[in-house]
T-cell receptor, first 114, second 111 residues
Framework: EAQVTQNPRYLITVTGKKLTVTCSQN?????MSWYRQDPGLGLRQIYY???????DKGDVPEGYKVSRKEKRNFPLILESPSPNQTSLYFC?????????????FGSGTQLSVL | SQQGEEDPQALSIQEGENATMNCSYK?????LQWYRQNSGRGLVHLIL?????REKHSGRLRVTLDTSKKSSSLLITASRAADTASYFC???????????FGQGTRLTINP
């Protein structure tokens, strides 16, 4: 089944404790992206990747890191999480980025930073 | 500020009625897409309309696009309880490697 898999689904952590949210897709997609969803603010892009070893900042990259060493994986790293990073996170992918591609989303990771 | 803004923010109707949601945006677009999100879950793509199209249908969904007014509407006909969800418009902006999402319309279908 074609899908984007995120783990974990729920995560509670404390300020400053490094964490990684994994994202994997099995559709051989070139384009991958991370969004965060907050009440009243909608979805905002954190980082995106056009292909392996090609990543770039989105609208809200501060406090986050990403890497794209393999085509299928695009982990999101929070090296020193803070309470303002409490949010619902989504990984998404598409075949490529031509400006007319639809996105496939993971099920989301609900992160709480205490 | 958000590129896409949906209206209304919340809509509650009876099963079997039609539901209409609107989206306005600010800059030139390549395409406009609609997504559905069931409570806290991932978004699911519903339909894409290109900037040179005016109307598109998919099953019970009808999308219109008016680029002169920078607006789009999503019509769901003969609504069902399973249509209860949040609906987001997302715009593909020329030169940007992302979709820009609105804040969504929360649709509730009452049995």
């Amino acid at each position: 089944e074609a899908q984007v898999t995120q783990n974990p689904r729920y995560l509670i952590t404390v300020t400053g404790k490094k964490l990684t949210v994994t994202c994997s897709q099995n559709m051989n997609h070139e384009y991958m992206s991370w969004y965060r969803q907050d009440p009243g603010l909608g979805l905002r892009q954190i980082y995106y990747s056009m292909n392996v070893e090609v990543t770039d900042k989105g609208d809200v990259p501060e406090g986050y890191k990403v890497s794209r060493k393999e085509k299928r994986n695009f982990p999101l790293i929070l090296e020193s999480p803070s309470p303002n990073q409490t949010s619902l996170y989504f990984c998404a992918s598409s075949l490529s980025w031509t400006g007319t591609e639809k996105l496939f989303f993971g099920s989301g990771t609900q992160l709480s930073v205490l | 500020s958000q590129q896409g803004e949906e209206d209304p923010q919340a809509l509650s109707i009876q099963e079997g009625e039609n539901a209409t949601m609107n989206c306005s945006y600010k800059t030139s677009i390549n395409n406009l897409q609609w997504y559905r999100q069931n409570s806290g879950r991932g978004l699911v793509h519903l339909i894409l309309i290109r900037s040179n199209e005016r109307e598109k249908h998919s099953g019970r969904l009808r999308v219109t696009l008016d680029t002169s007014k920078k607006s789009s509407s999503l019509l769901i006909t003969a609504s069902r309880a399973a249509d209860t969800a949040s609906y987001f418009c997302a715009t593909g902006i020329q030169g940007a490697q992302k979709l820009v999402f609105g804040q969504g319309t929360r649709l509730t279908i009452n049995p």
